[in-house]
Each structure stands twice: as C-alpha cells, then as structure tokens.
C-alpha cells in the first residue's frame, strides 16, 4: 500500500468510529500525545482529544441512530513521513465541521497527531 493510501485508511477509520461511535477505535488512531483545537459555539477551545472522546461517548452513536452523517475526504498530502489531510462531515454530533488533521509516521503507524475543526 503506498503512503497516501495507507493515510487514508487511518482517516476513514476515524470517519468509521465516529459513525459507530467508537471511542477505543478513535483512540487507537489518535497519537497518544495528540493535540485539538477548533472553534465550538463561537469558543476558540485547544488541548488533547479527551473531551472529544467524553463527547463522542455520550452521543448517540450515528450507525445506532439512524443519523444521517456523510463524511468526505477532500484532500491529502503526503511528505515523507507526515501528511495533512482535510475532511468535510455533515450531520455529526448535530453539526457539520471542517476538520483538518495532521498524521505523521511513527514506528511504522500512521497516527493523528492534531486535528482542528470548525463547525460550519
């Protein structure tokens, strides 16, 4: 598998967990000292994942629910060791977001070392 393939494996696995809500799936993609920031309800917000995960655990997961969430990947860019990727998902947890990720290549695994999204 080349290296922007395997890149977007890791990114639909996240859209697949959000879908089933699977914060141990997210958590295995998610670099251990990852980073997040974003924008939430006119908030400028920045730290690790966790209230992520906490949120994603209390919600309704998307696949049990009916939700109507779509999840595409616009863009991916791969140098070396590290990439960036842009996705655009609708209907997630009640929004729709632009997220932009940062991977990078570490013993071998592709994991996300930072996301920033922004609700549209």
Known sequence: ???TAAVRKVIQ????????????????????DALMSGYMRGQYLMGSPQPFYEAVRGAPAPAAGGADYRAEITSVEVSGPVASVT????GYLGMNFTDFFHLAKVDGEWKIISKTFNPE
Do not use: T, W
């Not at 996240?14 to 997210?26: F, H, K, T």
């Not at 996705?87 to 609708?90: A, D, I």
């Open 1 to 3: 598998m080349n290296e």
């Open 13 to 32: 696995e996240y859209i697949d967990a959000c879908r089933a809500g699977s914060v141990e799936r997210l958590q295995a993609i998610f670099h251990p």
């Open 87 to 90: 996705l655009k998902e609708k």
